[in-house]
């Protein structure tokens, strides 16, 4: 309700800011008070800086209407089942929430076959691949990258049984999805493809670039 006397109300406070974590602190899921600095911290924010990748990708996989942008937009909510599995520890949660955050193994056997039927469409990998292929090649790269460091901070909270198993082996998989992803992608734009070859003797650059392709 507004004062026709005022006419520039004081606006309602918004609920994106809730001041409860200015000393440092924040809640988990299971209602814990932890410091930002811990371990579970690292592993949600990297986590969702995966999925801001995963966003700039798809704006421009969307450009190019490439087939990768559902599978993207899907990844993207997993990442958020991701999230809620970490941050509800598994040794120190209620049964109930740990039901409810649990994570399906059946996720990764999803990656993996779609690792399978885009890769079945690449050429043979015969080289290390650099980061290149055009737009949506280097941002699915990018991804790769990001969900590694993913998979390296979460591994520990996965080894002390804060984390389940399945959460690492969908990271791990991720990561090669976004590998075989950003391939398809550049094949699919008929882009270059660049890749380290070892040099020689009479060669001037390890550089060696090539249009993606089915052989």
């Given at each position: 309700m507004t004062d026709d006397n005022n006419p520039n109300p004081k606006p309602k406070k918004s609920n994106v800011y809730t001041r409860t974590g200015d000393k440092g602190k924040s809640s988990l899921y299971n209602g814990e008070r932890r410091s930002k600095t811990d371990d579970i911290f690292n592993a949600l924010g990297t986590v969702d800086e995966l999925s801001s990748c995963i966003g700039i990708a798809n704006h421009y996989c969307k450009k190019v209407e490439n087939g990768l942008e559902d599978k993207l937009v899907e990844i993207q909510c997993k990442l958020i089942e991701v999230g809620s599995n970490i941050a509800t520890p598994r040794n120190s949660s209620h049964t109930s929430k740990l039901s409810f955050t649990s994570?399906?193994?059946?996720?990764?056997?999803?990656?993996?076959?779609?690792?399978?039927?885009?890769?079945?469409?690449?050429?043979?990998?015969?080289?290390?691949?650099?980061?290149?292929?055009?737009e949506s090649a280097v941002f699915l790269h990018q991804c790769r990258s990001v969900c590694r460091r993913a998979e390296r901070v979460t591994v520990p909270l996965v080894e002390a049984e804060v984390a389940e198993q399945s959460v690492g082996k969908y990271l791990n998989r991720l990561s090669d999805f976004f590998f075989v992803a950003a391939r398809y992608a550049a094949m699919f734009e008929k882009q270059i493809e660049n890749y380290y070859e070892q040099r020689r003797d009479d060669k001037e650059s390890n550089l060696v670039k090539r249009e993606l392709s089915k052989q």
């Open positions: 994570f399906d193994e059946e996720n990764v056997n999803l990656l993996e076959a779609w690792i399978d039927n885009l890769d079945s469409q690449l050429p043979p990998l015969k080289n290390f691949i650099l980061p290149s292929g055009g």
